[in-house]
């Protein structure tokens, strides 16, 4: 019996490492081509390059046009981060409204909120453009930042919400016994319990928007705001031939950040995900 449980275990760790492997083959592949020439890159699959071109991520850096790769990197920072930070602002306190309070028509606009989670983002790519450019915010960040503090982005609103609604309310009594008005029982109370949902709020919508390619081509023309996404494809469009290991060695330094970002957030991203949508 103890025999017929170490061999399934060891089938077990057999199939993982496989699957692993096949997970990860692109992102090893994507770091020996950084190293190999465009010719090797189309004729092998092979991990290690057979003659290795040095450079790569130099040249990559400075880039070919008028803008280097640092641009990109740092307009992708000024894209993301603040609207990782309204999305999670608006989030927080739209989850504790509908979690907590109760007002008019709660029902109906909890619906209509959820009606909007239904709608295909592709329907309203147009009146969206069209509204954002009677309002002059083409050609910025305002139409990622303005609607994420606004509390436009209806999955993380109703995370929160459930987030809040596994909280026990004895805990908003007890600390309005003690004096507490409904911010501080907010902010000294239930946000440190809510920790796990801001992470795989922050995890999921920097990773969202960082790697977002339609969005940023509708509503950023200018190449000096250009984040990774379009810049890496506009890299590839400035002359007919180029590097291939320019853009692979790119490519890996732009998904740095947000494998960074869910490696150091793992532990509450797990937690978040597991405990989201449970009620006690």
Known sequence: ????????????????????????????????????????????????????????????????????????????????????????????????????????????????????????????????????KQLGWLDSYMPFWIPALLGCTTFFNYMFIQFFRGLPLELDESAKLDGCNSFRILIQILLPLCKSAIFSAIVFQFVWI?????????????????????????????????DWNQIMAMSLISILPPVIIFFAAQKYFVEGIATTGMKN
Do not use: C, Q
């Open 1 to 132: 019996m103890l025999k017929k449980k170490h061999s399934s275990l060891i089938i077990s760790y057999v199939i993982l490492i496989v699957l692993a492997y096949v997970m990860i083959y692109p992102l090893l592949w994507m770091v020996g081509a950084s190293f190999k020439s465009n010719a090797e890159i189309f004729s092998t699959v092979g991990l290690l390059p057979k003659e290795p071109v040095f450079g790569a991520f130099k040249a990559g850096w400075e880039g070919t046009g008028r803008y280097g790769f640092s641009t990109y990197l740092i307009n992708s920072f000024e894209l993301v981060l603040p609207t990782v930070l309204f999305t999670v602002i608006s989030g927080v306190l739209i989850g504790y409204g509908f979690a907590r309070f109760d007002f008019p028509l709660k029902k109906f606009w909890f619906a209509i909120m959820l009606s909007t989670l239904m709608l295909p983002s592709t329907v309203i790519i147009i009146p969206r453009y069209i509204y954002f």
């Open 210 to 242: 960082w790697n977002d390619f339609l969005n940023t081509l509708i509503y950023v023309s200018s190449v000096v705001k250009y984040p990774v996404s379009l810049g890496l494809r506009m890299s590839m469009d400035i002359a007919t031939e180029f």
